[in-house]
């Protein structure tokens, strides 16, 4: 599957929890990190996704939000990936910012420069990459 999203995320479905309008579909990736999506509920049944079923799922970096001092249990973004800055290229106006976690999972985000700066963000430095679940497409191959 080739698509323009910066960020693929090939796994496996672990769960869905029905809902009456949207599915939440967990995907396992390699390395033990998930990734939780919303999924409108006919999508996710014409997908055949269940669990087992080969998965991945797909973010724009421009949906990540990077944060320092960052706590999981205080944001209602679904996914939150800890880790660290491992690339970061400066642009005109925005940075491609990849975190890395010490799983190896690794998220790119288009931030501007600004806030590289008030972030005080460089290779090395702590970090979270963000997204929430409405954010992540699921596809299948085939």
């Known amino acids: 599957m080739k698509t323009s999203a910066r960020n693929q995320f090939s796994g496996v479905v672990g769960q869905v929890t029905a809902g009456a309008v949207n ?11 998930q ?34 001092d960052a706590d999981a249990s205080k944001v209602s973004a679904r996914n939150f990936i800890d880790g660290k800055v491992s690339a970061l290229t400066k642009g005109a106006v925005n940075s491609d910012v990849t975190i890395t976690s010490a799983s190896g999972l690794a998220v790119s985000a288009i931030i501007t420069n600004s806030s590289v700066d008030r972030l005080g963000l460089a290779v090395g430095a702590p970090a979270a990459a963000l997204f929430k679940a409405s954010s992540v497409i699921v596809g299948i191959d085939g």
């Open 35 to 68: 990734i939780v999506a919303t999924v409108i509920h006919d999508s996710a049944a014409r997908l055949g996704l269940k669990a087992g079923a080969k998965a991945v799922a797909l973010v724009k970096a421009t949906s990540v939000i990077v944060m320092v």
């Open 23 to 33: 599915d939440e579909v967990t995907i396992n990736i390699d390395g033990g990190a």
